[in-house]
């Protein structure tokens, strides 16, 4: 279930995603949400490293490997960055 300010874009092999989510609370801000999930590839990882990831998951109930927070100006940059990429022939 995505809440609104939020995108999730599932990688074309189906085992990470990206979450961008920009923070609503209370009042929207222009401060984004960048996360990275895991969901696969690794070679039978420890139960540490699996006890982490459920613990993560119950706390905040995402998945997220890592996340980079952008103010307005950085997501304005990978915007543009986006957009002139897709626009080339």
Known sequence: MTKE???HIECDCHTHALHF????EPTPTDTW???FWQRGYYDS???KWQLRCIWQI???GRPYGDEV???RPQMQELFDYVNNELNKK
């Open 69 to 71: 927070i952008l103010g």
């Open 58 to 60: 119950l706390k905040t």
């Open 5 to 7: 300010g939020e995108l």
């Open 33 to 35: 949400y960048v996360s």
């Open 21 to 24: 989510e920009r923070d609503c």
């Open 45 to 47: 990882p420890d139960w």
